[in-house]
């Protein structure tokens, strides 16, 4: 996998596919070849890319770890924008 990390932060924002085609430059980063998005609140002056990340966690979501090259870290601020719904009570 390929694994975006925000550098100030240590937050990994998007992981990949190895096969996935990925360009960072000064102004933005693309994705796909041909391109299929642009991310572009991330660039080279932002961002590490590592390749050939193999044990990210199977929960991973963006903003959901940090990631320091080697270890995962649970991000304890991070809040679920899909959370499962409450059930309702159900009354005897």
Do not use: R
């Not at 975006?4 to 240590?10: F, P, Q, W």
């Not at 990925?22 to 961002?47: M, R």
């Amino acid at each position: 996998m390929k694994n975006i990390v925000e550098t100030s932060s240590g937050l990994s924002k998007y992981l990949f596919a190895d096969d996935v085609n990925i360009t960072v430059t000064a102004e933005n980063i693309t994705v796909g070849d041909p391109v299929q998005f642009i991310i572009s609140d991330l660039n080279s002056t932002n961002v590490t890319v590592t390749d050939g990340v193999s044990d990210a966690p199977e929960d991973w979501a963006g903003e959901k770890y940090f990631f320091d090259g080697t270890t995962w870290t649970l991000n304890p601020d991070w809040v679920d924008p899909y959370p499962e719904p409450e059930e309702e009570p159900v009354e005897p």
